[in-house]
């Protein structure tokens, strides 16, 4: 427990009776104190330590619950020979380092999914070719592919995106080493977009969030999950969240979507997502938060009525598609609480996002709709 004091907040343990450091032996009593106490006052990520996980402190005087890479954009849009945009895309921990599922538009604008890798979650090696699935040729007849997110399973990498099969649904594959990858049956009929695995089966069940859509750009659009025994049927369909109507939260007013694997915590799944709110000038992406019950995930428990990120940056407001922050992935460190959010920038480039459980768990909970 000794690396959670990395996230501690000086201000909320005193508020817990936990005194403050004045001389060197103090400091080591309060230490230990710490280290008693951080059990009971913090909130945990039931999964794995990740030391190389990509890092920033908070910068001082900064008040949203989530802040930006001091280097962003991590990634430009000429990443690629032919890429025009390279953005809304899937990083994992593998190996010693990472690797990663992008999502490149060409100079020609097509939506592809390339694979990309990395040392420390920032500087990227994207491959020039696309990734080309393995399986039933007609499934894996390509129209399009875009928005893709990794889940770890089983020993598995399992890829979920946007595909382009008669409209757009929800397309399944999976890989082991980044080399050779396998098409599984589209998880829905069109349409659909946004399909998110849930990195364990719950109740023995596969799980996946989407939000069925229509052939365009779709101005309507709530969170489902859907349930498998085996990642081909799905079924069990149940309603997750809606829009906000009215001006209560008005960012999340014309569609949401899932964005990141969902986190599992020791209080439940923290999901973050997307909301959109048309404007005259078109639509407004942001980010929110929502905390999902442990065993029955379609049950909402916390949902941030403020947003958690918006387009704020240059880079986030101007690009092919302006005012756009899209979360596709995340990285966290179940020692420190850290998590590291990967997000779209403007449908151009690709950004990174710091927050930790503790920060975003607190905002949601002095937020909740
Ligand atoms: C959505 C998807 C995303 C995109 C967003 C903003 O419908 O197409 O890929 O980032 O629109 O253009």
Known sequence: MMC????????????????????????????????????????????????????????????????????????????????????NSAVVPFGDGFAGVFRCDSRSVSMDLFVGFSKDGINWDIQDEPISFEGDPVVTVREYRYDPRVCYMDGKYYITWCNGYHGPTIGVGWTEDFKTFHQLENAFLPYNRNGVLFPRKINGRYMMLSRPSDTGHTPFGDIFISQSPDMQFWGCHRHVMSTVKGDESAWQSTKIGAGPIPIETDEGWLMIYHGVITTCQGYVYRMGAALLDK???????????????????????????????????????????????????ADTVTGVAFTTVDTLLDYMKENSL
């Open 295 to 345: 065993d029955e995930p379609w049950k909402v428990l916390y949902r941030t009525k403020d947003y958690i990120l918006a387009p704020y940056e240059y880079y986030e407001c101007v690009g092919d598609v302006p005012n756009v922050t899209f979360p596709c992935a995340t990285l966290t460190d179940a020692a420190t609480g850290r998590i590291a959010i990967y997000y779209g920038c």
């Open 4 to 87: 959670r004091l990395t996230v501690w907040e000086p201000d909320k343990l005193k508020s817990f009776g936990v005194p403050g450091p004045c001389t060197r032996e103090s400091a080591l009593h309060t230490k230990l104190f710490y280290i008693q106490r951080i059990d009971t006052i913090m909130s945990k990520i039931i999964g794995n330590e990740l030391k190389n996980i990509p890092w920033e402190e908070k910068p001082e005087g900064y008040t949203l619950p989530v802040w930006r890479y001091s280097g962003n954009p991590i990634i430009g849009r000429h990443a690629t020979k032919r890429s025009n945009s390279v953005f």
